[in-house]
Nanobody, 125 residues
Framework: QVQLVESGGGLVQAGGSLRLSCAAS????????MGWFRQAPGREREFVAA????????YYTESVKGRFTISLDNVKNTVFLLMTSLKAEDTAVYYC??????????????????WGQGTQVTVSS
């Protein structure tokens, strides 16, 4: 498994932006699909975005398309989630996750074998 540490969460007003970071160790992020998920209070964890190994292809849930961008920095071995035009409904704990090396990029929680501890994002309206 790979160790993942998220950072960058916080409190922001609606319409604002945040950039989440996920530092990985134990596995190179360009060798495995990486994803971001979120869980709001009282709701199940849901897929937000994913990026294929090497970073060639990205996937987004419909509600964040055009507002969020997932990217990789292979030098820093870090995955980012840039969130813009934030809405109150984006409030959640955001989790970074990694699939096994060379796997097919997935939007399903059970396909990810490593998870970070989560970072809180709160959007005030």
């Amino acid at each position: 498994q790979v160790q993942l540490v998220e950072s960058g969460g916080g409190l922001v007003q609606a319409g604002g932006s945040l950039r989440l970071s996920c530092a990985a160790s134990g596995r190179t992020v360009t060798q495995c699909p990486m994803g971001w998920f979120r869980q709001a209070p009282g709701r199940e964890r849901e897929f937000v975005a994913a990026i294929s190994w090497i970073g060639g292809v990205t996937y987004y849930t419909e509600s964040v398309k055009g507002r969020f961008t997932i990217s990789l920095d292979n030098v820093k071995n870090t995955v980012f989630l840039l969130m813009t035009s934030l809405k109150a409904e984006d409030t959640a704990v955001y989790y970074c996750a990694a699939e096994p090396s060379w796997a097919t990029t997935s939007t399903l929680i059970h396909d990810y074998d490593s998870w970070g501890q989560g970072t809180q994002v709160t959007v005030s309206s």
